[in-house]
């Protein structure tokens, strides 16, 4: 499709079509930087999407990398070379784009205002979040961050489990440990609450949902989902419960508790502690049946399939980089009407295309690197 080819061997459909939604939702959130003046609804909908998709983001991550790390530590002589090797393969995946993509936003960062960014040199080892918001520049970077820790925590934590209980079952030491993790992050947010206090929707944001320190078990929520889907049989009527319930959460979660009057100043506890927890538990009740739907249509599958491969490209170039410089180029503040739903269109069209672009020509031969290394 487009020249790309798009393998869907070993691949889940209705994951791929989530991970869709989640760039899609992402793109639409961001899309409000555009202008002021989209019709009140749309501007609603564009405020509610991107925590949405991010979490949805991280929690799959979690199932993925879950089926991987589940895989390795099933090995007899499991040892720090072997999580040293599942990094290299991430960071083979993820690093080379993100530095590209670093690069771009800092030439465009200084051609636009003259400057160096703030806190640069934090961006080469993903530390600008780590305990405080990111400033301004490449602000998307923070989730990155988070995925890139998260990456670390589990298979060292995983490593010492297992050395200091080597004869407990390997799959009840990875629950064990994605439980912990969830517990101890859980009580950092918990001590958070104690000592912070939260003036808006967008100050939590700024001071806790994009920080790192509070969001390491981001995708360990999704390392249990893989463990449950992979051990035990769910029946069809079960899943569609499940996913019935997750789906209900998550709608509660992101419209109903604002219809309520539900807001973070009156009940800080349920958004600093719970929120973000109950988002991840929503999530993962989706994915029994989404790893177990196939669609008719092929075409709709590659489709999806192709969003979902280019998606991180996405994610790098559609905001700071490429919504920056066209509104640099073309400022669109006073857009309105026609001119503002063309305006938007043609950026999501402009972001589509480069982003398949870096992917086909940068991000996959990148990637491909690493089998070359491992042979």
């Known amino acids: 499709m487009l020249g790309l080819k798009v393998t869907l061997e070993n691949r889940y459909p209705g994951l791929d079509l989530a991970r869709s939604i989640a760039i899609s939702l992402v793109v639409f959130s961001h899309s409000l930087w555009i202008s002021n003046y989209y019709p009140s609804l749309i501007s ?18 979690g199932f993925l990398i879950g089926k991987i790390v589940l895989k390795l530590i099933q090995k007899e002589d499991y ?5 040293f090797v599942f990094l290299k393969r991430r960071w083979f995946r993820t690093l080379p784009n993100y530095y590209l993509a670093l690069l771009i936003n800092l030439i465009l960062w200084i051609c636009i205002y003259k400057e160096i960014p703030e806190k640069l040199f934090l961006y080469f080892f993903y530390l600008q979040n780590i305990t405080t918001t990111s400033p301004a520049f490449f602000r998307i970077a923070w989730s990155l961050a988070v995925e890139q820790f998260c990456y670390i925590v589990g298979p060292i934590s995983l490593f010492f489990l297992i050395k200091c209980f080597p004869k407990q079952d390997k ?32 100050d939590w944001n700024e001071k806790l949902r994009k920080v790192t320190i509070y969001r390491l078990d981001a995708i360990y929520y999704g390392f249990i989902a893989f463990y449950v889907v992979h051990n035990y049989a769910i029946s069809d009527t079960l899943k569609r419960l499940c996913f019935n319930i997750g789906l209900t959460i ?30 991840s538990i929503a999530i993962c009740l989706l994915l ?8 008719r249509s092929m075409l709709f599958t590659k489709w999806i399939t192709l969003i979902s491969v280019i998606s991180y490209s996405i994610y790098l170039l559609h905001y700071t980089i490429i919504l920056h410089l066209i509104k640099e180029i073309f400022p669109s503040d006073t ?17 589509f295309v480069f982003s398949y672009l870096l992917y086909k020509y940068f991000e996959s031969p990148m990637t491909r690197l690493r089998e070359v290394k491992n042979n």
């Not at 998550?250 to 988002?279: K, S």
């Open 250 to 279: 998550l709608l509660t979660l992101h419209i109903f508790i604002f219809a309520l009057g539900i807001n973070v100043e009156e009940f800080p506890f349920f958004f600093n502690v719970l929120f973000l927890p109950l988002n």
């Open 288 to 295: 029994p049946f989404l790893t177990t739907i196939q669609f």
């Open 79 to 83: 040892s720090l070379h072997d999580v």
């Open 335 to 351: 857009l309105a009407g026609f001119s503002l739903g063309l305006y938007t269109v043609t950026y999501w069209m402009i972001t």
């Open 44 to 61: 609603w909908l564009m405020r509610l999407s991107g925590t949405i998709g991010v979490e949805i983001f991280f929690v799959i991550s």
């Open 171 to 202: 799959g009840k030491l990875f629950v064990i440990m994605s439980l912990l993790v969830i517990l101890i992050f859980g009580l950092i947010r918990y001590y958070f609450n104690q000592t912070h206090v939260i003036h808006s929707l967008s």
